[in-house]
């Protein structure tokens, strides 16, 4: 045999099309197998079809319909929604071509980012069926749809347009695709259904309709007409940003002028900070900056991490908030009647610059298995994460966390717990790092992890709260029930022996309890003249409360021998509206509603009552309350107010 | 506000060059933080050296140095290989253009396939330091060195050659790569061991140097001269092939025929089975391939999964081998003393046409922690996985086994289990299903789970079988103790109380042992003349056996009290020649000896010695011993010859 030499070896030297690349990797696409890839479809589609809508602020229509192929392992995926469409010369670069797209460049957060997905779609389904993909668009109220037929030309990753037709649609705007895909309907359907009903939760403000091949039809309905505010596009924060990427802005930038540099390519710098950045780094603030020497830009880079710059605007942000937060877990336990949610906000903060914000709820008790590990719900910029649950940083901090303190069992205080629990967790960032193009898991970015921790350690110490609070009012209560069952009875006896009349008990069962005993109580009521939507989707009892009041009241009792006064507070939902408070609040917050109690005398109770507005049957079944200017040991039912 | 357009939207449409899309996502390929970027760039580095050396069969010489950089967070990383080098038209689209490569599109194993690797570390560096990397070059003999500087233009992935220059090269060959790089060498340092060190020992004919930045020398030395069979670059095997990758080699095909098409574009197609895929399909073996209608192609696909296809030929693989198996896992276990290793390896299979093949070895005992979760070693292609354990389909297989009754704890027979063992598992492959592009864990490819799983039983069956071979030995051998410490006593006091000669105490003992007792002893000798070599990693005691012979002796004692006669069979390892054998045995092949042993007295004992050369210190410290044409139940020490 010849030697080989690098000359041999430079003729099999290649460029590597992306396209070719993922044609060979489409599993870290998310389409490794049959189930996963009618998964990806779906959600590849429907995410870009939620985006499109709330980027040109419409309420999102989206329609699934899934219908037999060929054979019996084909399926026809069709997705539609109704946003603005796409212009003619845009189809074939969007749905033909991957590493295209818009909202890539663009710093907010939203669905899609990458450029490859839905083009994915289109490469899988002629990789597996040797067919086409179909797109229809609308982009213009009074013009007809183009449809068009492409293929991906995988050695160039360009699109070939196969036909291209005009039609009338219905719809005034609008884009559909319709791919003819490899797949497992049968294994996959659950997944589907998942999918679905979690987006439809925290995307309360869309309607999706899934169409089965049996021609079954859910409606996943909306229940809120507020299109979430938008998330605002960004410039770069100069904190976190690479050295090398702040040499490609200098080189490609405008401006002129090192100041008008900084103000104009990056958020957050004013003048004040542009002064302080130009100083620090001992820079002039004339200076062209695209004649800045390498060491002149490091010593940019550098001033950029010690002056003290104002945090990102939080607005490139869109949470899904607490009350939705608690509808998903509720929704996920509705036969299971736990013990009770609690959810965990943390503010926005940044990782390499990226603006991320971490939400977290939790279930806890009820009908869920003690033996069980805990189950976990992930959620990315409003998308449910189904797969690689294994490779996510989610799970590896509810992983570092010893949640043997909190009533879950956990071998040496690693590892997923085991025991009655659903932890939900919530990642929105204008760049959310996923580990692979898939977008199935969250790479173990430190102050990801490190948010996400602190957000479930927030959430358990409540459980643990909640657990003592429940001990304590469950004590009090057994002693309650023990004195006036068995003073009377005493009091009868010792009367009717002494032949003296039966002496007042209150200020006897008052001194032997020495508390305020405080309970509450949820209702729900339906306005007049607005009816309770009814709902194609008859499991599912969260939907359509338009017209739902709920109305809490608390009733606080005084046990103790003196009359008793102090502040009480009750802590409001997020979205939710205050109407009616009784008696009238000295002080309401978005937050909280403050009520001053004066005198109540021993053995007395008052009523407390407020109504909300805004909510679902169930996203408000507690009230958290809390007392000032009283010792809050004597209180069963309210803990001490550690806020203002 | 104006109402947003399609138009509007349109502009914001942009090409994401790939360069631009991993300079985003640097997470992706292994850059996510300072540390697991160090490893990730010399793991890039180290593999293509290996991948380069054996291209042209050359015994790999690599030299890793680390240096301080500019300030604390920068490291200079340089990797040279003895390779054939780079010519040096090529140098510039190798290491500075992703997505560029030979090993793509060859269906063989190899360490790099994807054509990202080494420019994502060109990349990394300038993006962290704002620097370039250097590389240089050597392919003549009597040639100087390229030496090139470079960057990758990220908005046109492509490189630019920053300066050129030549220079002499001690070297007869050989590539260097010099890159500043922002690291984490304080955490990353522990990795970077570990890694060489694994690679070392999977690759046993590579030598590899490490130079820390403090200039301390670690040399991982070879301990083989014999470079590994090379992988052999084989077409695409029919089954398995997705129908749009058929679709595109018959329309890229330059055959005219179909049956000649069918021979030259795929592996294992004789003219049987070509006529027989034609005959299914219902073709004429004489039509064009590239005028194939849709259906036609689809009825060769269906073809190709009716007809029985020989499977790929498998020497486009290259297993580790059970010896070096047990040998990494020695390594790993040097200060435990395990109770035993185990190994076991898998048939080669294919998924999607994809050849792969699955190999495991299992420590169990020794000092083991009993408390932990058991460690996981995995492999690919030879490759050590560092990262992303959670989201490996090694991972999942292991958790998804019952580990409960092979004496390991484990929550309700799911997850990682725990107890005193360590699992390792190499998956070969001509193409490794990675998760992502940083090659850090295999996806979860249900073909690739169920054969590391059958592997996994194997083994576990192994330890099952040696815990209750070990009991059985040891109750045998309390027995035995007892019997010659106590009868004797009992005889001489009978003896003397009625004054009698002492009885010939064998055959009651024989009588009362009723077994055939076989013990083993491993001695090492070094030959004469071939010195065991010394060497630098003073803490590696496994290395270097040149002229190492492992003795065998074997001690059958029948406790029987008549004559036996049965065979014995000792299992090889593999790897290990056969020396001297005594007696003679009556049958050798590639995995065992086989003696016929004729007529033992009883209470008489034979000896049998065999010589294994080709072994380092350990690599086989405890005989497999099998028998035939025996009760098997008799005999302690051996189990029933299945085989043949």
């Known amino acids: 045999m ?12 290649k460029e590597i099309s992306v396209a070719e690349f993922f044609e060979r990797n489409k599993h870290i696409l998310g389409f490794g197998n049959p189930t996963r890839a009618l998964v990806t479809t779906i959600k590849e589609a429907v995410d870009n079809g939620l985006d499109a809508c709330e980027e040109v602020s419409l309420l999102p229509e989206i329609i699934v319909q899934i219908s037999k192929g060929e054979d019996e392992n084909e399926c026809i995926i069709a997705i539609e929604d109704n946003g603005p469409g796409i212009v003619k010369e845009q189809i074939k670069h969007i749905f033909g071509r991957l590493l295209y797209g818009s909202r890539f460049h663009a710093i907010r957060q939203s669905r899609g980012q990458q450029g490859i997905g839905i083009s994915a779609v289109v490469l899988y389904s002629q990789l597996t069926t040797g067919k086409h993909a179909t797109v229809t ?13 492409l293929a991906i030309d995988t050695n160039k990753n360009r699109a070939e347009v196969l036909s291209k037709t005009l039609d009338h649609w219905d719809k005034p705007t609008g884009t559909r695709i319709e791919v003819p895909i490899q797949a497992d309907y049968t294994r996959g359907r659950r997944y589907i259904y998942d999918y679905l009903r979690n987006t439809s939760i925290v995307n309360p403000h869309a309607k999706i309709t899934f169409i089965e091949p049996d021609g079954s039809i859910h409606v996943f309905d909306r229940t809120s007409d507020v299109i979430p505010a938008k998330s605002e596009e960004i410039k770069p924060h100069p904190q976190g940003i690479e050295l090398g990427t702040l040499i490609k802005i200098a080189k490609n930038s405008k401006a002129r002028k090192l100041s008008s540099f900084l103000k104009t390519e990056f958020v957050s710098m004013g003048s004040r900070t542009t002064n302080l950045v130009c100083e620090t780094a001992g820079l002039d603030q004339n200076m062209n900056p695209v004649k800045m020497s390498r060491d002149q830009i490091l010593a940019l880079h550098k001033a950029f991490q010690q002056v003290k710059i104002m945090a990102p605007p939080m607005n490139c942000l869109s949470p899904i908030g607490e009350t939705l937060i608690r509808r998903s877990l509720k929704q996920e336990t509705q036969e299971i009647s736990p013990e009770f ?23 806890y008790g009820g009908n869920l298995s003690k033996d069980d590990q805990i189950k976990i719900m992930r959620f990315a910029n409003r998308v449910p994460l189904l797969y690689q649950q294994g490779g996510c940083v989610i799970t590896q901090a509810i992983s570092n966390i010893d949640w043997r303190r909190y009533g879950l069992e956990q071998r040496s205080g690693k590892g997923i717990p085991n025991g009655p629990a659903i932890i939900l967790v919530h990642v929105a960032s204008t760049q959310i790092p996923f ?13 990801i992890e490190n948010e996400i921790k602190l957000a479930l350690r927030a959430c358990a110490r409540n459980v643990e709260r909640h657990i003592r609070k429940k001990d304590r009012r469950k004590k009090t209560r057994d002693k309650f029930v023990l004195i006036t069952r068995i003073l009377p009875e005493i009091a009868k006896k010792s009367a009717s022996m002494l032949e003296k009349p039966l002496p007042p008990l209150d200020p006897v069962i008052t001194k032997i309890m020495d508390v305020i005993w405080i309970e509450d109580l949820i209702e729900y009521e339906t306005v007049k003249g607005i009816p309770v939507q009814t709902t194609l989707l008859e499991s599912d009892p969260l939907k359509n409360p338009q017209g739902l009041i709920t109305k809490s009241t608390i009733v606080v009792a005084n046990y103790k021998d003196k009359p008793q006064h102090f502040f009480l507070y009750a802590l409001i939902p997020q979205d939710a509206i205050v109407g009616v408070a009784s008696p009238e609040p000295v002080k309401k917050t978005d937050t909280y509603l403050k009520w001053k109690l004066e005198d109540i005398p021993p053995a007395q109770k008052i009523d407390i009552t407020f109504e909300l507005a805004g909510l679902q049957k169930g996203d408000f079944d507690e009230n958290d309350l809390y007392v000032s200017q009283i010792n809050p040991a004597y209180v069963i039912g309210a803990d001490k107010w550690e806020g203002e």
Chains 1, 2 share one sequence.
């Open 435 to 447: 580990t692979s193009e898939s977008k199935e898991a969250i790479a173990d970015i430190s102050e």
């Open 341 to 363: 949610i609690i959810t965990s906000s943390r503010p926005p903060t940044a990782y390499a610059g990226n603006p991320f914000q971490v939400e977290v709820g939790l279930v």
């Open 137 to 149: 668009s609308k982009s213009q109220e009074d013009f007809p749809a183009v449809i068009m037929e």
């Open 2 to 13: 010849a030697k080989i030499t690098a000359v041999d070896l430079a003729k099999k030297q």
